[in-house]
């Protein structure tokens, strides 16, 4: 375990982004799940 800063930059760069996309993409489910049943409830009249 004798790697360079740069390397381990590297990985915990990586790490990151592998983390953004991950989040990004749970967000946007999130914001579909969101859109989808929202408008199920107002065309059910619910909401008024």
Known sequence: ???SNQ???KDIEQ???ANLLLT???INKMKSFNDKYSKKYVESGAAE
Request: avoid cysteine.
């Open 1 to 3: 375990m004798n790697k």
């Open 7 to 9: 390397e381990i930059l």
């Open 15 to 17: 790490k990151m982004i």
């Open 24 to 26: 990004k993409g749970i």
